[in-house]
């Protein structure tokens, strides 16, 4: 059975990766080629995605209110 992806990350480690927040939650930007290589795509403030080690998030879920305004601040970015 296949996994489902989170719709959001938290990072927990940003070593080596000074673009990253550590403890911030991300966008996650879905991308099945970066998962086999071991990464995850996520968008910045920007709206910009890119590509980092998926070991530096935890890949989280929210209840529906949180979801959406989470949502609606990332498009508001």
């Given at each position: 059975m296949k996994k489902e992806q989170s719709e959001f990350a938290l990072c927990v480690n940003n070593?080596?990766?000074?673009?990253?927040?550590?403890w911030k939650?991300?966008?996650?930007?879905?991308?099945?080629?970066?998962?086999?290589?071991?990464c995850l795509g996520v968008m910045d403030e920007s709206g910009e995605d890119y590509l980092y080690p998926a070991d530096c998030f935890v890949q989280v879920t929210f209840p529906d209110k949180v979801r959406?305004?989470?949502?609606?601040?990332?498009?508001?970015a």
């Open positions: 070593a080596g990766h000074d673009d990253l927040e550590a939650v991300y966008r996650v930007v879905g991308d099945p080629k970066a998962a086999e290589v071991g959406q305004r989470l949502l609606a601040a990332v498009r508001q």
